[in-house]
């Protein structure tokens, strides 16, 4: 997952670079970010969960 959003982010720092605002690779950027967001909480809690 982390490889995947580094890559993303460097095709979107080249996006920015070259003024294209609105593309697929903005959108994936966003949704990696929410979905790895969402996996380092469970990750959180099912470790809080393992320790009690």
């Not at 959003?5 to 697929?24: F, K, M, S, V, Y």
């Not at 979905?35 to 990750?43: A, E, I, K, W, Y």
């Amino acid at each position: 997952m982390q490889g995947s959003l580094q890559t993303l982010l460097l095709l979107r720092t080249h996006e920015l670079a070259e003024q294209r605002i609105d593309t697929p690779i903005r959108e994936a950027v966003r949704d990696f970010i929410l979905v790895g967001s969402q996996l380092d909480r469970l990750t959180h809690d099912i470790s809080a969960m393992s320790r009690l």
